[in-house]
């Protein structure tokens, strides 16, 4: 398997550029993830559409990483509940190390290939769910662990990485291989690597979102009302719905605690 993340910077002489060299190609190499993210979607829309049954069958959507790769995954699941009002739970991540890892590197605990599926079975892991490993390099023991024995018990498995052919891809049921090329700083993989797969991240999730009914229109009208710049937004989608004015619609939104649920009972 060739590593591409490995692969050599087109740029060399880093520390001889200036300021701005250094952010126009930084900039430069950044343009091109987009694109080439843009050439997985057939596959992401199929992870979507076997995820979205799952949930509403009761299953959980699980990512699992480490270092960078693990980080990406716990902040798009927490920013769920916030965004789309779904209970906590209900997407999860997980990385090697623990939450104390995302502060801090947890010395060589991606390398233990039994900790990821250890780690999963804490949360009672069933055929319902699915689970997505993140790892830029698709070599990461700690990952591969863990889908190798999804696949074992039947859990649907797939993966966000920046390699072709990489052993993570081999237990994936929906391997997702999105390959950017060298990094700018060699190897960094937080860079286009890091960036291609919080775009991923964000597709899956919102689209999935989205497919469960928790987005309206173009509004988030499940959003958890949890500082005063959401309960002001939340205040004026209602005003926009239902034409009323923006004490009315601010009573409604403190009384039922959701825009949804402010629409759906109002009476006018």
Known sequence: MKKTTESSSFYDGLEKMSVNDLLININKEDQTVALTVKKQISKIEKLVENIVPKIKNGGRLFYIGAGTSGRLGIVDASECPPTFGVEQGLVLGLMAGGDKAMRKAVEFAEDDKMLGWKDLLTYQITEKDVVIGIAASGTTPYVIGALENCQKNKI???????????????????????????????????????????????????????KLGKVKGNKMVDMQLSNN????????????????????????????????????????
């Open 229 to 268: 710049k959401l309960v002001d937004r939340g205040s004026k989608m209602i005003m926009q719905e239902l034409g009323v004015d923006y004490d009315t619609a601010n009573d409604l939104l403190q009384k039922y605690g959701s825009v949804r649920k402010a629409v759906d009972n109002y009476n006018g």
């Open 156 to 210: 649907t498995t797939a993966c966000i990485v920046c390699n072709i052919n990489s052993p993570l891809a081999q237990f994936s049921d929906y391997p997702i291989e999105v390959v950017v090329g060298p990094e700018f700083v060699t190897g960094s993989t937080r860079m286009k690597s890091g960036t291609a797969q919080k775009l991923i991240l964000n597709m899956i999730s919102t689209a999935v979102m989205i």
